[in-house]
């Protein structure tokens, strides 16, 4: 059964500084790896999709690294901003069909 | 605005009350999905359903009964809940091809349960 950890689990950082959030996963037979971003009690917005044949995906200030041997992507966020504030969700997609397998989250706070 | 529309967005009901969620996906997919999140929990997938046929039920009990009409629309009929039942309720939609490249997935704003 495929789980997903995310470390670390909260993280407070001031505004302007590059970070690194971690995502593992202990079955590497994975189709993708998307991250999301999720604002308290809201839904969930896709920030980038990395294909299994991938090394890495970037989006603006992100950058994604997928390691499918490993089981591990990192998440970099460049420059934060106090409007990155949110938590920051890992999933892969494994086995049969289009199912995704969350972490549950690196909780984001950036302070002025 | 990401292409995909639940409502309501909140929804407080008795252990004994009927009602049902939906679901719109504006986005030409052809896979729906239903998901659950709970407080402290990872998002935990319900159930999937491609071309308006289930293909997946993550063991939900049958007190939630999804329906999904056509493409565009699905429905999470609510029974008999009860309180542990209360979480954020998220629908997706993702156009799948079929072959080895899944996919991403596209999430609504979720609906907001409380069962008292």
């Known amino acids: 059964k495929q789980e997903v950890t995310q470390i670390p689990a909260a993280l407070s950082v001031p505004e302007g500084e590059n970070l690194v959030l971690n995502c593992s996963f202990t079955d590497s037979a994975i189709y993708n790896l998307q991250w999301f971003r999720q604002d308290p009690g809201k839904g969930l917005t896709s920030l980038l999709l990395?294909?299994?044949?991938?090394r890495e995906q970037t989006s603006g200030r992100l950058n994604a690294s997928l390691d499918k041997s490993s089981g591990r992507s990192t998440l970099y966020i460049a420059a934060s901003q106090p409007g990155d504030s949110a938590t920051y969700l890992c999933?892969?997609?494994?086995?049969?069909?289009?199912?995704?397998?969350f972490g549950t989250g690196t909780q984001l706070k950036v302070e002025l | 605005e990401t292409g995909v529309t639940q409502t309501p967005r909140h929804l407080v009901m008795g252990m004994t009350n009927k009602k049902s969620l939906k679901c719109e996906q504006h986005l030409g997919h052809n896979a729906m999905y239903w998901y659950k999140q709970s407080a402290k929990k990872p998002l935990e997938l319900m159930f999937v359903y491609n071309f308006k046929e289930q293909t997946e039920n993550n063991s939900v009990p049958s007190r939630f009964s999804p329906e999904c009409p056509n493409s565009s629309h699905l429905f999470l009929h609510l029974h008999t809940l009860q309180p542990e039942d209360s979480a954020l309720y998220l629908c997706?939609?993702?156009?799948?091809?079929?072959?080895?490249?899944?996919?991403?997935?596209?999430f609504g704003p979720g609906t907001r349960l409380t069962v008292l």
């Open positions: 999933a892969v997609t494994t086995g049969g069909g289009n199912k995704l397998t």
């Open positions: 990395i294909q299994s044949s991938q």
């Open positions: 997706a939609s993702s156009q799948d091809s079929g072959g080895r490249a899944r996919n991403e997935q596209f």
